[in-house]
């Protein structure tokens, strides 16, 4: 069965401070790839969430802003790709192995304080190759993708995204709700792709988790190659008490080992062991 492929994008202000109800929402929304923005790691940071590869790009300076991470499903095949790294745009990318072509997947985050010239966005653009899907917050402004008014980057930004035959998709609605009441909610979050048919992608405002930005979720009807779950002899229910006992009452420490076939029966007869010790003290799923 052709299973699309889930993808939120999320400015988290911090990510170290949300982790726990990122993970919640990962789960609830069965998303298989969050483009998350504004990270704040440097290169000490280890952020990890159970079943999903998290790779994360830092700001050049090493300090705790900026930054941006993809987190993907371990089941998804894929690998890493270089880190895209400047003051002014930092994203973190992988491939994505789809039939019949690869898709490269990346998560932006651009700080507002600098306007990025047309040809670095190009140059940005090239660099994921002819068939991606780019998102995040760009800090950049233009009514064409639903922003309340333009400027000098959303300029910049929508002349790269016509010159490199991308396309630009977004809610229509905010996903910036700024503390100052002097300020207005506006629209700074959506996705950048190319070489996707239109009809491909959908997308949702969700007004979840606890940032100054809403995330966005986007159903994308591709069908990525998924990896078959590594065998286990344990799961989560093994009775680690019962598996060391059934050792010690079964294992001979009175083998003989002093010829390559002895050493030889003797690691098959272990590992048989070790086998028989994990399926007596696991039980069989319900």
């Known amino acids: 069965m052709r299973t699309p492929l889930r993808l939120a ?14 993970q919640a929402f990962l789960d609830i929304h069965k998303i298989d790839i969050a483009l998350i923005s504004e990270t704040h790691f440097t290169s000490r ?14 700001h050049p300076d090493d300090t705790a802003h900026g930054g941006a991470a993809i987190i993907v499903r371990s089941s998804l095949s894929h690998y890493v790709l ?40 190009i140059t940005f653009f090239r660099s994921l190759g002819s068939r991606f899907i780019v998102g995040g917050d760009w800090n950049a402004k233009h009514t064409a ?12 930004l929508l002349a790269a995204i016509t010159a490199c035959t991308c396309h630009h998709y977004s809610t229509g609605e905010p996903t910036y709700w700024p503390a100052d009441p002097n300020r207005l909610p506006d629209l ?16 949702e405002s969700v007004f979840e988790l606890s940032s ?7 159903t994308v009807g591709i069908s990525p ?14 009775d680690w008490d019962m598996f060391r006992a059934y050792i010690d009452e079964h294992i001979n420490l009175r083998i003989r080992i002093k010829e390559n ?8 007869s272990f590992t048989t062991l070790l086998q028989a010790a994990a399926w007596f003290s696991t039980p069989s799923p319900l």
């Open 9 to 22: 994008l999320w400015n988290a202000n911090g990510l170290f401070n949300h982790k726990l109800e990122l």
């Open 45 to 58: 940071s280890v952020f990890k969430i159970p079943y999903y590869s998290v790779y994360h790009t830092i």
């Open 82 to 121: 270089p880190p895209h790294q400047s003051e002014s745009l930092q994203a973190a990318t992988v491939c994505l192995d789809v039939r019949p072509w690869p898709l490269t997947i990346s998560a932006v985050y651009c700080p507002p304080r600098h306007i990025i010239p047309t040809a670095d966005y």
């Open 145 to 156: 993708w639903g922003a309340r008014l333009i400027t000098p980057k959303g300029r910049n």
């Open 188 to 203: 700074l979050d959506f996705l950048v792709t190319r070489g996707l048919p239109a009809t491909d992608l959908q997308l």
């Open 212 to 218: 100054d930005h809403s995330p966005i979720i986007a």
């Open 225 to 238: 190659s998924r990896q078959a779950a590594a065998p286990s002899l344990s799961t989560s229910r093994t």
């Open 261 to 268: 076939a002895e050493l030889d029966e003797a690691v098959h």
